[in-house]
Each structure stands twice: as C-alpha cells, then as structure tokens.
C-alpha cells in the first residue's frame, strides 16, 4: 500500500527558507515519480515540482530558481527545498506519487496520484 507522510512545514518569515520532506512507504521510488503540489486557501491545487522515477525533474515555470527538489532513495525519500520564500507561498503542501517508470514525470493535477497528507507551509512577518 502506498503511503506518504510530509514534514518540514511550518512558520517561517518572507526571504526564509524550508526543506519539506515526502517519506515513502509500501513502495519504492525505482518505480514511481513523485510530484509536490500546494493548495492555497480558496485556491485551486496547483503542481509545483517532480521528480520521475530515473531522476528527471520539472518545475512550475514561476518557481524555478526558488525550489529545488531531489530525492534519497536509500531513505525512500524526496525532499522539497523551497529558498525566498514569500508570502503567496503559504499553502499546505502535498507530495503524491504515480506509478510511472522513466526519464520524465507531470504535475498535472489530472494524473491519477496517490496523495499524502500534506503540510502546512506559512509564509508571515
């Protein structure tokens, strides 16, 4: 059964930064890609970052240069680094992961992705 857990949210002050951790189980990550999305309040779920299976990556075009994904698979997990952050950052995160071998991966919200709970980033002065 897959599962996911996210940590690594919190308060933190605009210019700040986070590193958001996704811990998978049930899985391994040689089969999956994992995506990072966030959910603003009164906001649609938007698709912030993946990374496939074989280690390729994407980003939304408005956060590249801010965001750094990248994965652990000793650890069975894959981390978020979010650097100047602001405050149209705040939003719970999510990390979701598909079933997808190769070199590329989506953030499309359409994709039939197996969710975590999320974490709670908030981004405040």
């Known amino acids: 059964q897959v599962q996911l857990v996210e940590s690594g949210g919190g308060l933190v002050q605009p210019g700040g930064s986070l590193r958001l951790s996704c811990a998978a189980s049930g899985f391994t990550l040689d089969y999956y890609a994992i995506g990072w999305f966030r959910q603003a309040p009164g906001k649609e779920r938007e698709g912030v970052s993946c990374?496939?299976?074989?280690?390729?990556?994407n980003y939304v075009d408005s956060l590249k240069g801010r965001f750094t994904i990248s994965r652990d698979n000793a650890k069975n997990t894959v981390y978020l680094q979010m650097n100047s952050l602001k405050p149209e950052d705040t939003a719970v995160y999510y990390c979701a992961a598909d079933r997808l071998i190769g070199s590329g991966c989506s953030i499309a919200t359409t994709r039939a992705w197996d969710w975590g709970q999320g974490t709670q980033v908030t981004v405040s002065s």
């Open positions: 990374i496939s299976s074989s280690g390729g990556i």
